[in-house]
């Protein structure tokens, strides 16, 4: 550990620390790729993750409690790969942070898991105003559209750009991620229904849209009340149409609007086989 970095850490601390005080890791938090739920920060979105996650404290499991904060990102930087593209063609780029531990005896075992490679996978909390369709290129945060994540439409795939971030909460040790990226918040549209303006969704795509629906709900749920909120939840919404799922998510969104972490929870694999860690939580 260098002057510089030391000199960072200690605008977090109470009494200045010395380099035998820390331990001093890097995470890879999130990158501009297409992720295991069809969504990417756009290269702006890096960017402003890149200010707004410098300070974030690290948590395990998204548990939101004070004694279960463990580290402190003191820097980021945005890195650029030249040697790699994204799904979609561009550069790929990927935001880093570098991360502080106090040294106790209380995390000697974690330090022992992070140099081991056994605490690896990690997933932040933040949220993005914009959701623009890759096809369309609709804000699907205010308009819904009849585009599927992970269809091919006239030879494009379908995935959801992310901009626009206005808020970033924590970054977490996960054991299973659900998705290699990053968790925001999902919105859809209150019309009712999944059509923009002249085109027509078959009913495969409102079947796909209402099922994705049904996974933002047990989501938000879990973090309203846990697995059995999550499990009745699931329940009541098998049986709506998109319309009650909407607005079944919307009650779920504000009723969680006063809560410091709202409603901004990690994005859920794609495969409801996944295990109960990877429905609410993501690399």
Not at 17 to 31: E, G, H, K, M, P
Not at 55 to 65: E, L, M, P
Not at 96 to 117: C, F, P, Q, W
Request: hydrophobic share 35%; aromatic share 8%.
């Amino acid at each position: 550990m260098d002057n510089e970095q030391l000199e960072k850490i200690n605008k977090f601390t109470r009494r200045e620390l010395t380099a035998d005080d820390v331990y001093v890791f890097s995470v890879i938090l999130c990158d501009n790729d297409i992720d295991r739920d069809g969504e990417c920060f756009s290269d702006d979105a890096l960017e402003e993750l890149k200010k707004l996650f410098v300070g974030k404290t690290g948590i395990s499991d998204h548990n939101a409690s004070s004694s279960n904060q463990n580290a402190r990102i003191f820097d980021t930087e945005v890195v650029t790969d030249n040697t790699r593209t994204t799904k979609y063609g561009s550069v790929y780029k990927y935001l880093k942070g570098s991360v502080y531990m106090v040294r106790t005896d209380e995390n000697k075992s974690l330090i022992a898991e992070i140099d081991g490679g056994i605490k690896k996978e990690v997933s932040i909390s933040c949220t993005a105003a914009q959701r623009i369709c890759s096809v369309c290129g609709c804000d699907k945060s205010k308009t819904a559209c009849a585009h599927v994540k992970g269809k091919i439409y006239n030879g494009k795939q379908s995935y959801t750009i992310l901009r626009n971030i206005t808020d970033a909460y924590e970054w977490s040790f996960v054991a299973v991620p659900a998705q290699v990226n990053a968790g925001v918040t999902k919105k859809f549209s209150s019309d009712g229904d999944f059509t923009s303006k002249g085109v027509s969704a078959d009913v495969d795509e409102i079947e796909a849209a209402a099922a994705e629906l049904r996974r933002d709900i047990r989501r938000l749920a879990f973090f309203a009340g846990g697995k059995s909120a999550a499990d009745t939840a699931s329940l009541m919404a098998e049986k709506m149409n998109t319309r009650q799922l909407i607005a079944l998510k919307k009650s779920f969104e504000n009723k969680s609007s006063g809560s410091r972490f709202g409603v901004e929870v990690q994005l859920a694999a794609e495969n409801d086989a996944e295990t109960e860690n990877a429905d609410f939580s993501m690399k």
